[in-house]
């Protein structure tokens, strides 16, 4: 099993930055990739950004590219999704999740790839 926590959520206004952690515990670490995903108000689940186990890829969705950026700390156990230049439309609650991957680059995009998932954290911003 694995356990994940996330933190950093909150209020900002539009143009803002906010940086959000996921912290896993549990079985190793190391072998699973990472992603975030978000569910904006009445909408479904989509896919934010993720990162390979060892951190050497990284993949942003075209809806944050240039404004998100993932990374990970293998000693902390933890991922962050560094949020920058906010809008309005970014509203959401943010989950982590982690997959199971045994290619040190690879990493998944769809939900249905992910196994565990934290508990998400609400992000609001306003205009």
């Known amino acids: 099993q694995v356990q994940l926590a996330e933190f950093g959520g909150g209020l900002v206004q539009a143009g803002g930055s906010l940086r959000l952690s996921c912290r896993a515990s549990g079985r190793t670490f190391s072998r699973y990739c990472m992603g975030w995903f978000r569910q904006p108000p009445g909408k479904e689940r989509e896919f934010v950004a993720a990162?390979?186990?060892?951190?050497?890829?990284?993949y942003v969705a075209d809806s944050v590219k240039g404004r998100f950026t993932i990374s990970g700390d293998s000693a902390k156990n933890t991922v962050y999704l560094q949020m920058d230049s906010l809008k309005p439309e970014d509203t959401a609650v943010y989950y982590c999740a982690a997959g199971l991957t045994y290619s040190e680059s690879s990493y998944f995009t769809s939900i249905g790839e992910y196994t565990y998932w934290g508990q998400g954290t609400q992000v609001t911003v306003s205009s």
């Open positions: 990162i390979s186990w060892s951190g050497s890829s990284t």
